[in-house]
């Protein structure tokens, strides 16, 4: 089975695929082993065509009854329907369960579960029995990748090469190792390598065009995804990432237009819609506002818990606020709240720097947000915090005090999350028995943030009418 990208756009599968979708259009009744229809449900899955994936599998059944490769087929649409649980049980009923192919499903499996000591031990072992210039091999790096043994992985692949240097399912692994450990000078030179004995090669043209993404080199990024698109038109990733770059560039004429296009293809997506907004937004639209609350009733629908709701109705509070329509924003604020989504997805307003909140994905984060999101493991009540501090700094003072309160409410320690609260108030000209209240706790608590907000020479034993009485915040 080969499931990458790189294989994808081989003459070898070009030609059975277009087989394959002239006997469809044909309706005639022509044969394939079942590794050729593993190839193109695995294409299929690639390309999230749910449809044909379901059409493929309904034909392998058809034409191999009884296969175990069959089974395997539906384990891998389990996976790529994140329905890992599902997929260990089939696994277990295997008639030649220690085979590679099959143990690569389940470490596949174990690392969609998390479970990465168990990915990392089957994909150990699979490295064990193979020869480094395998595919089972390169898959089973992959894997080891995947689990965050980038630096185990750069030491088995250097070890290859030292007897297979020009091994390029090596050289292809020791990039995106590379890339892991941020070492991207490296892997760009690896690419460009790559790039010289193939240049009309996708794949790694997007490769390329994503570690500069990734170190936010925008227009060297856009460069490479635009050769990528010239090479072949109908690779809908570069286009899209095409759009990102437009957006982080402020082209927002272009990449409103691209992610429109990208909207008409995938009406189910709300990214493309969320960038709309965004870009009528920051080119002083004003029907951003609207906008932001159609991406947010298309998030609802998701359920009751989604960081894109969250996000557009938290750019929605915000744009309301600077029109000056105060409480208006705090209904909108109040109801983004209602919206939070688990941590994971959470943390990435941890990386945002822009006025407006983004939408984040796999694909479009950089690696300035990486290394602030994963420094650590995140709290909600953290979260919230570093919230209310963007949103003093951008100016909406009232709509940081109801999330710090938000903070406050799950925090274990209220001391800093109170110095914020007293800024805040002080900032509004509301120094009523609240402003005093917080200033106590913080100084009792013994808050550092306190002092340095509102610039007095930290004393431990200060009161808070002495605190208040020598603030200096102009």
Not at 116 to 139: G, H, M, N
Request: with cysteine; hydrophobic share 40%.
């Amino acid at each position: 089975m080969n499931n990458d990208k790189g294989y994808f756009e081989t003459p070898e599968f070009r030609a059975l695929l277009r087989k394959y979708e002239q006997m469809k259009q044909e309706n005639s009744g022509l044969y394939f082993e079942t590794d050729q229809l593993t190839d193109i449900l695995s294409y299929y899955l690639f390309h999230e065509k749910a449809q044909e994936v379901e059409e493929v599998y309904t034909l392998a059944k058809r034409l191999h009854p009884g296969s175990p490769e069959i089974t395997k087929m539906e384990i891998r649409m389990l996976l790529s329907y994140d329905r890992p649980e599902a997929a260990l049980p089939l696994l277990d009923k295997l008639q030649y369960a220690e085979d590679e192919d099959t143990l690569l499903l389940k470490a596949e499996a174990y690392l969609a579960l998390k479970d990465y000591k168990t990915a990392r031990k089957i994909a150990r072992e699979i490295l064990r029995r193979s020869t480094i210039t395998d595919e089972v091999s390169y898959e089973a790096l992959e894997i080891l990748l995947d689990c965050g043994f980038a630096q185990d992985v750069l030491s088995t692949v250097n070890e290859g090469l030292l007897r297979h240097p020009d091994s390029r399912n090596l050289l292809e692994v020791k990039a995106e190792s590379l890339i892991e450990l941020q070492r991207t000078d490296e892997a760009i030179e690896i690419y460009n390598r790559l790039l010289d004995e193939e240049p009309y090669s996708t794949f790694y043209w997007e490769q390329l065009g994503h570690i500069y993404f990734m170190i936010r080199r925008f227009g060297k990024a856009l460069e490479c995804f635009e050769y990528e698109s010239t090479i072949d038109d109908k690779i809908e990733y570069a286009k899209m990432m095409q759009a990102y770059c437009y957006h982080h560039l402020r082209d927002y004429e272009k990449s409103s237009k691209l992610f429109a296009s990208l909207g008409d293809k995938y009406p189910k997506s709300i990214i493309p819609d969320f960038y709309k907004a965004l870009a009528a937004a920051y080119s002083g639209n004003t029907s951003a506002i609207n906008d932001f609350k159609r991406v947010a009733v298309k998030g609802m629908a998701k359920g009751a818990s989604n960081i894109e709701t969250m996000l557009a109705l938290l750019n929605v509070a915000m744009l309301y606020y600077k029109t000056g329509a105060t409480d208006t924003a705090i209904i909108y604020l109040k109801e983004a709240m209602q919206y939070k989504p688990s941590c994971d997805s959470l943390k990435q307003i941890i990386a945002n720097n822009s006025m407006l909140y983004e939408l984040r994905d796999k694909e479009n984060m950089t690696f300035p947000d990486i290394n602030v999101s994963e420094t650590k493991e995140w709290y909600e009540y953290e979260i919230m915090f570093e919230l209310s501090k963007q949103l003093i700094n951008k100016n909406f003072p009232l709509l940081a005090l109801y999330t710090l309160h938000i903070a406050r409410s799950t925090a274990p320690d209220t001391a800093e999350i109170d110095a914020y609260i007293a800024y805040v108030l002080y900032r509004c000209d509301n120094k009523n028995e609240d402003f005093r209240r917080v200033i106590s706790s913080a100084l009792n608590g013994r808050s550092d943030s306190l002092f340095k907000l509102f610039n007095v020479p930290y004393s431990t034993d200060i009161m808070p009418e002495d605190f208040i009485s020598r603030i200096k915040v102009d």
